[in-house]
């Protein structure tokens, strides 16, 4: 497909992709846009050309802080809108391009939360990263814990504290048990790490005592975003036995403002990891539900502001897949509200330089991690900030999620 508007070369929101985001202005209120470029298409402004009439939309769902009442309308309808606005970026005499309102430069636009959070679930469905921390904590020569390779495990997390890339968090405090003491101590954390996340958002509500199959997931996912799940891995350790993560992950997590719809995934589908043993026939799946998105994390010291690209990794190395995810999350019967958000867990590769975490990248503080300005790491410092990316890329189509950026600030 070829578009009447400028697409640099190498864009993440291509005319294939057409992500949601919530965008605002100088001029107008929080709002439903569509990224293609360097631009967003104003959802609300679009409507008023009446190009969605056949769908009988409200103003209210796109003039609006959150995408939720947008997704609730039903993906008969949330993709219709995508098809219209592709048509209209394709049509030289569109409604959209002889307006002048409708089309906004990135630059002038500031980018929000996507989706209203009810309910968190991060999992732990990266073999490699399973393999690493268990092999760094437990027994090098029997990683896995029992249950690891049956189900994917899970927590639920913090939704309150899923912020929007471009906002600041604060190095956490709390309880550590220093090496060679008898009783913990409160202090600031000395380990503050970075999660290669991708999270998807529920995209439909399920009714409590319901279950989800295999074959009916993707009817339940919306989309997908770049997923920081921040950590102080110094609280974790010392807090998560018995009952998993608490303050050593919920202060923050950040995700990226766009949402790349499922259905613009499609075409990046491949087959994933063997699993072995075999699972339980609720967890069993047809076809490609795995895909290859290219994922890197950078590191950007403030004194130099010179970037380091510290780990490269790809979506498609996941043992557990989503469709797998919302199987077993709601076979006891546990119901999913549009906006929801599950993320993937920690996205690490065979290769040393595709693990996902400086806990692994360093090696549980073992391995300096050397940056471009001269500097090196162990973890995260006062002042870095950190920056995902992630793409697909397949004959000549290239659809991807921009980025996702946080800065570490010191402790209030």
Not at 229 to 237: F, G, P, T
Request: some cysteine.
């Amino acid at each position: 497909m070829n578009s009447w508007i400028d697409i640099p070369k190498n864009s993440d929101f291509s005319i294939y992709n057409l992500p949601f985001g919530i965008f605002s202005t100088n001029k107008n209120s929080k709002r439903v846009g569509v990224a293609i470029g360097n631009n967003i298409i104003d959802l609300l402004a679009s409507n008023k050309l009446d190009i969605f009439k056949d769908l009988n939309i409200n103003n209210n769902v796109f003039e609006n802080n959150f995408l939720n009442d947008f997704i609730n309308l039903g993906k008969n309808k949330t993709n219709k809108v995508r098809e219209i606005i592709q048509q209209q970026l394709t049509d030289e005499s569109s409604k959209i391009k002889m307006s002048t309102d409708v089309i906004i430069p990135m630059n002038e636009a500031e980018m929000h939360l996507p989706v209203k959070v009810g309910d968190y679930t991060d999992f732990y469905s990266s073999i490699e990263h399973a393999t690493n921390i268990g092999s760094m904590f437990r027994d090098p020569s029997n990683p896995l814990l029992p249950n690891w390779r049956h189900l994917p495990v899970g927590y639920h997390g913090r939704a309150s504290s899923i912020i929007v890339s471009g906002i600041d968090i604060f190095r956490p405090q709390g309880q550590v048990m220093p090496i060679d003491s008898d009783k913990p101590v409160f202090t600031s954390s000395k380990r503050i790490d970075f999660e290669l996340e991708m999270g998807y958002i529920i995209g439909k509500n399920s009714s409590l005592g319901s279950s989800i199959t295999t074959d009916d997931a993707d009817n339940y996912i919306f989309g997908k975003v770049l997923f920081n799940d921040w950590s102080a891995r110094d609280i974790q350790k010392w807090e998560y036995v018995p009952l998993g993560p608490f303050l050593g992950k919920s202060f923050a997590s950040s995700i990226s403002p766009w949402v790349v719809t499922i259905e613009a995934l499609d075409n990046f589908r491949v087959a994933g990891p063997i699993q072995n043993p075999e699972v339980l026939d609720y967890l069993k799946f047809n076809g490609l539900k795995n895909y290859d998105i290219n994922l890197s994390v950078s590191i950007l010291p403030e004194k130099t502001n010179i970037v380091t690209i510290v780990c490269k990794s790809n979506f498609k190395y996941m043992y557990w897949n989503m469709s797998q995810q919302i199987a077993h999350h709601t076979i006891n019967g546990c119901n999913l509200n549009v906006g929801d958000i599950m993320a993937s867990g920690t996205i690490s590769g065979k290769s040393k330089d595709s693990y996902g975490s400086m806990l692994e990248l360093s090696w549980g503080g073992k391995k300096n991690i050397e940056l471009n300005d001269g500097s090196s790491r162990t973890f995260i410092e006062d002042y870095d900030s950190v920056i995902m990316r992630g793409y697909c890329e397949k004959d000549n189509i290239r659809v991807g999620f921009g980025e996702v950026k946080s800065k570490l600030l010191p402790s209030i």
